[in-house]
C-alpha cells in the first residue's frame, strides 16, 4: 500500500496538475506493492497507469496536429513554429537549473490560482550559456510541458534582414505574442548587444533595444518569453531587469556527463562502463557534444554485434568531438 508520504505526493501532484509526477507517484506504489507480495495489485496498478499515459499522449497528439495558429505572411517569415513534445525528463539539468525551470512550470500551471490573487506567474526567463548545454531544448520542454506551441525568432537574423524595419517587425512579434499564448523564443539575444554594432548600425541597434525593451515592460499577455544568449557580457543590464528568471547553464559535471550518456544509451547495457576514465574524456565538452559521441559509440557498438558498449570505444568518440573554447566558469545565478 501506498505510504503516507506517497499518499500527500500523489494529493500534491494532482493539486499542481503534474500528471508525470502523480503517474511516477503511481508507479513507486505498484513496485513497494510488487515487494510486499501483492503482486496481483500491483500489476493492475500498472497497466492502469500505462493505459491512461497512453491515452493522455494520444489526447495531445491530437491536440498538435489539429491547425493551430501557423503564422502567416509577414509573421511567417519571423517565427518558426513548432509543437514540440519534449518533456522535463529529456533534460538534463544542474539540481539549481531543474528547480527553477520546476518553479516556471508550476507557476504557469497554476496561473489561475495565482490570478484570483492578483499574482502573474513567472514567464520570462532568460537562458544564458555556451553552446549545447541545453537553452533551446528547455524552451521546447517548457512548451511541451505546457502543451503550447514555441514560436522561434532570431535576432540576429531578424536584424540582417530588416535593417532599418527591424523594430517594426518587433511589434508584429509582440501584437502576434498578445493575440496567440505560446512560448516565444528570442534566441541570440545578444545580436541587441552594443559591441555587434560594428558589423552594423550602432543607432540601429540601439533603437531596436529600446524597442525590443519597451515591448517587455508594456507587454502584459500570457505567453512565456523566453531569451537565449551564448553572449551575456554584450547584453544590456537593461535587458536583465525585464526578466523574472534567469538560468545560467554551464558544461555538465561529472554527475551529468553520466546521465547524458546513459540516455542515449538506454537501449544498450552499460554496467560495464569504467567511468573513472569516460570522465576525463568528456572534460570540456558540452551535453550536446557528449551525447553525439555516446551516439556514435552505439552505432560502433551495433555495427560489430555487440549488446556492450565497450569503454574504449566511449573514449574515442569523446576524444573526437572539438571541445569549446569556453571554460563553465559560468556559474552567476
Ligand atoms: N542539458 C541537456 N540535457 C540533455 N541533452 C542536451 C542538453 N543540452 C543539449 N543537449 C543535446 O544537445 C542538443 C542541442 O542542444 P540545445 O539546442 O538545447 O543547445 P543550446 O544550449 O540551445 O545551444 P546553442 O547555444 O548552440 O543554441 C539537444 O537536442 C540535445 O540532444
Ligand atoms: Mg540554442
Not at 33 to 56: H, I, W
Amino acid at each position: 500500500m501506498a505510504t503516507k508520504d506517497q499518499m500527500k505526493a500523489l494529493v500534491k501532484s494532482h493539486a499542481d496538475g503534474d500528471d508525470p509526477q502523480f503517474y511516477a507517484v503511481a508507479m513507486q506504489v505498484a513496485a513497494k506493492a510488487a515487494r510486499t507480495g501483492q503482486e496481483k495489485f500491483a500489476q493492475e496498478l500498472r497497466d492502469l497507469v500505462n493505459d491512461l499515459r497512453e491515452s493522455a499522449d494520444n489526447k495531445a497528439q491530437v491536440a498538435s496536429i489539429l491547425p493551430l495558429t501557423k503564422p502567416r505572411g509577414e509573421l511567417g517569415a519571423l517565427l518558426n513554429v513548432s509543437y514540440p513534445d519534449s518533456r522535463l525528463g529529456d533534460l538534463v539539468l544542474a539540481d539549481k537549473l531543474a528547480e527553477r525551470l520546476q518553479h516556471v512550470l508550476l507557476e504557469q500551471r497554476q496561473r489561475d490560482a495565482l490570478a484570483k490573487h492578483g499574482l502573474t506567474p513567472a514567464r520570462r526567463v532568460l537562458l544564458i550559456g555556451p553552446p549545447g548545454t541545453g537553452k533551446t531544448s528547455t524552451a521546447r520542454v517548457i512548451a511541451g510541458e505546457l502543451g503550447l506551441p514555441l514560436f522561434s525568432i532570431r535576432l540576429d537574423t531578424v536584424l540582417t534582414k530588416f535593417m532599418g524595419e527591424t523594430a517594426a517587425k518587433l511589434r508584429l512579434v509582440f501584437d502576434a505574442l498578445a493575440e496567440t499564448r505560446g512560448v516565444y523564443l528570442f534566441d541570440e539575444v545578444d545580436a541587441l548587444g552594443g559591441d555587434r554594432a560594428v558589423q552594423n548600425d550602432v543607432g540601429e541597434i540601439r533603437r531596436v533595444l529600446n524597442s525590443f525593451l519597451q515591448f517587455l515592460e508594456e507587454d502584459t499577455s500570457e505567453s512565456i518569453i523566453i531569451a537565449a544568449t551564448n553572449y551575456p557580457e554584450l547584453l544590456d543590464n537593461a535587458l536583465f531587469r525585464r526578466f523574472d528568471t534567469m538560468m545560467n547553464f554551464a558544461l555538465p559535471d561529472d554527475t551529468s556527463v553520466k546521465s547524458v550518456i546513459k540516455n542515449q544509451l538506454s537501449s544498450f547495457q552499460v554496467s560495464n562502463l569504467s567511468w573513472p576514465r569516460i570522465f576525463p574524456a568528456a572534460l570540456g565538452l558540452s551535453h550536446a557534444e557528449i551525447s553525439t559521441a555516446a551516439e556514435n559509440a552505439a552505432k560502433r557498438t551495433v555495427l560489430s554485434n555487440r549488446t556492450r558498449v565497450r569503454t574504449d570505444d566511449l573514449i574515442i568518440a569523446l576524444e573526437e568531438r572539438p571541445r569549446q573554447g569556453r571554460s563553465s566558469e559560468d556559474t552567476r545565478s
